[in-house]
Each structure stands twice: as structure tokens, then as C-alpha cells.
């Protein structure tokens, strides 16, 4: 299993984000990787690659020109304005209201939808090595690799083509997942030859509602994903059963809303119900959304998850044969966090080896 780096991540490292209306320490911190990249190297993985950023042309298959202007600029016309870092909105362009503003406080709030994405002089950078690095995974995948692990930060899956928050500036998941889909058009923006290519499925605990809305009128590329329920945990706005997808796109988005609290077992049946979905669309590859917020003492979780499970959900996506691509996103119980992701990997790479 090949193994891709953002190591420009440790310039993303915001003092605090305001959750639930308080201000606490930021939970997505630059620990989380090196207590993954131990519990890797103590589980005898190869060393990780270390990958060049994502460039602006990569980041346009995805993300749409004037948000990556943004966060390109930000911070320094932020810092400009005398304000003090880091970037973060407090009003938002609600429907009805004028968008006339450049002020830098006026563009926090376009383009970003909570209080959990502060931008730092560095976040940019370290965006773009995250993206590089799940870029590197799908070359990994093109190149015949069965499977590959992108060991991202800051994450991606709540980021969509305009919008950064829940910790996410860049779509990691969705960036590799579009390259692999245009690698069986060759490069066709238009979509002219829709054949289905690609699912992303997210384990996260947390519905991906960034990778949702980016491809939810594609039919080249299944959305699938467990988390849960909206109607009672964050995203909120996001993530029901009844979001099927839109036009050529109709049917090709699955949402598993779940209740809290629940364990390994009812966990893994709702997995196979996605699996299933999967194995019927019949995808060439398998973009993996991996967070790990679902284990039962995550801070921001509210699942029962053990460590075993992450073996059986290793195995079960294994078992669909296909070339996957391992994306991080969440978890945040820094203990167990690197024992949970080695265990996952072991899951799969060890059901094809025996
Ligand atoms: C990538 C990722 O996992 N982002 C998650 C961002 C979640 N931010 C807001 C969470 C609000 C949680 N409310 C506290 C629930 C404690 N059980
Ligand atoms: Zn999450």
C-alpha cells in the first residue's frame, strides 16, 4: 500500500474554532498526523511519500476560480485591513441580501458556511498539499496499484467547489475522485460519455455534504455515505435519505442517515447496505472517505465504534475488489486515532493477501 504525505499540513494550525457557540482549542490539530504516521511505521507500513502541492489548474477541475482566488488571498487582505488572524466570518450573505462588499469580512462570509475553517498566513499552502497528496493516490490507482493511502490534513470532505468549514478548505476526496473519473473520458469536461467510473463512499462521521453537492448532478461518479443522522448532529442543513442526487446525476446519491449511539454491529449492516449500493453501480474505482470520528470516545462523535470494527470495515470494502483510494478526513481522538487507521488498512490490505 503506497502511502502519500501532506507534509506542508503543519502550517494549518488555528488557535481555536467557535463550536456550538463557544470558543474552544481547534480539536483538527497537526497531532493527528504524526500519531498516525507512528502508529503506520509501528505497524510495519512503507514510509510516507512525500508529494508535491496540488496546482490551481488541478484545483479548477473542482473548486470554482474565485473561491480559490480567495482563499489564495485571504489572510493577506485580512491582515491588511488591520484585522487580527485568523480569517474567520461573522455575517453571512443570507438570501435577500446584497453581495456588493469586497471588505475582506464580507468574502469570509461567501465563502465560508460555519466557524470550524479559520485561515491562517499558511492554510493555503497546506490545502494544497493535502489535495496533492490524494491527487498522488489516484495517479497510484491509474498507475495499478490496488490500493493507496492519502494521509490528508486539513481535510475535505465538508469543502465544496465555493465553500470552506467543518475544518475543510479543499475537496481531497472529490479532487481525486473527478481525476479518476476523467481518466476514463479522456479529460471530456463536458461529461459527454457518462459511463459510471467512480464511488466515493464516506465513513466519516459527519455527512460529506461537500463532496455530496459537488458531484450531485454527475450519473460518472456515486455518492454514497454513513453518518449521522443531519436531522439531529453537524452538518444539520445536510445529508438526508431523500437527497437521491439531481437531473443526469438522479440516483447516483445515497445518504444513510444513522442513529447516535450505535455499535459495531448495526455499524457494519448499514456498511453493507452502502457496499451494495456500490458493487450495483459497478464503479472501475473506490474513493474512501476515512474518518474515524466514529469511534466511541471521538469528542465530536457520538457512535460506539471499537477499534475491531475498523478491521471488519477494512475487509467489507476490500471485498469489493476494486482499486481504492484511502482519503483522511475526520477523527479526533488523538489516543486511538493512528491505531484505527493502521487497523483499517491492515483490514484490507490483509483480506487480499490471505
Ligand atoms: C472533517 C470533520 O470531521 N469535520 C467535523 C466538523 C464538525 N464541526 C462541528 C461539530 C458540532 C458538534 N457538536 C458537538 C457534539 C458533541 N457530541
Ligand atoms: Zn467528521
Known amino acids: 500500500m503506497k502511502i502519500f504525505l501532506s507534509s506542508e499540513h503543519h502550517l494549518h494550525h488555528p488557535p481555536f474554532e467557535i463550536l ?8 483538527e490539530t497537526p497531532q493527528r498526523i504524526s500519531i498516525i504516521l507512528t502508529a503506520l511505521a509501528t505497524a510495519d507500513f512503507p514510509p510516507p511519500i512525500a508529494v508535491a502541492p496540488a496546482t490551481l489548474a488541478d484545483l479548477q477541475t473542482v473548486h470554482t476560480a474565485d473561491y480559490l482566488e480567495y482563499l489564495a488571498h485571504a489572510f493577506e487582505r485580512w491582515q491588511a485591513a488591520g484585522l487580527a488572524a485568523p480569517v474567520l466570518p ?14 475582506p469580512q464580507a468574502a469570509a462570509g461567501r465563502y465560508t458556511f460555519d466557524l470550524s475553517a479559520p485561515i491562517m498566513e499558511g492554510t493555503f499552502a497546506a490545502a494544497c498539499s493535502a489535495a496533492g497528496a490524494a491527487l498522488a493516490g489516484a495517479d497510484a490507482l491509474l498507475q495499478g496499484e490496488r490500493f493507496a493511502y492519502a494521509l490528508c490534513r486539513p481535510p475535505g470532505h465538508h469543502a465544496a467547489a465555493n465553500m470552506a468549514g467543518g475544518y475543510c478548505f479543499l475537496n481531497n476526496a ?8 476523467r ?73 444513510v442517515p444513522l442513529p447516535s449511539g450505535i455499535d459495531d454491529r448495526q455499524y457494519l449492516v448499514a456498511l453493507d447496505q452502502a457496499l451494495q449500493a456500490i458493487a450495483d453501480y459497478g464503479p472501475r474505482y473506490l474513493v474512501v472517505s476515512a474518518g474515524f470520528d466514529t469511534f466511541h470516545a471521538d469528542p465530536l462523535g457520538g457512535f460506539a465504534l ?12 476490500a471485498q469489493l475488489g476494486l482499486p481504492t483510494l484511502f482519503v483522511q478526513e475526520g477523527g479526533y481522538a488523538i489516543e486511538a486515532l493512528g491505531t484505527n487507521v493502521a487497523t483499517l488498512l491492515t483490514g484490507a490490505i490483509t483480506y487480499v493477501a490471505g
Do not use: K
Not at 306 to 317: E, F, K, L, N
Open 20 to 27: 456550538d457557540g463557544r470558543s474552544v482549542a481547534y480539536f
Open 90 to 103: 461573522s455575517v453571512w450573505p443570507l438570501p435577500g441580501l446584497r453581495m456588493r462588499s469586497d471588505c
Open 174 to 181: 472529490a479532487l481525486a475522485a473527478d481525476r479518476l473519473a
Open 183 to 255: 481518466s476514463q473520458t479522456g479529460g471530456d469536461a463536458t461529461w459527454a460519455l457518462r459511463a459510471p467510473t467512480v464511488a466515493v463512499l464516506d465513513i466519516d462521521y459527519h455527512h460529506g455534504n461537500g463532496t455530496q453537492s459537488i458531484f450531485y448532478a454527475r450519473n460518472d461518479v456515486l455518492t454514497v455515505s454513513l453518518h449521522a443522522d443531519p436531522a439531529y448532529e453537524y452538518p444539520y442543513y445536510l445529508g438526508y435519505a431523500d437527497e437521491r442526487g439531481t437531473g443526469a446525476g438522479e440516483g447516483y446519491n445515497l445518504n
Open 306 to 317: 471499537t477499534t475491531a470494527a475498523y478491521r471488519s470495515i477494512g475487509v467489507a470494502i
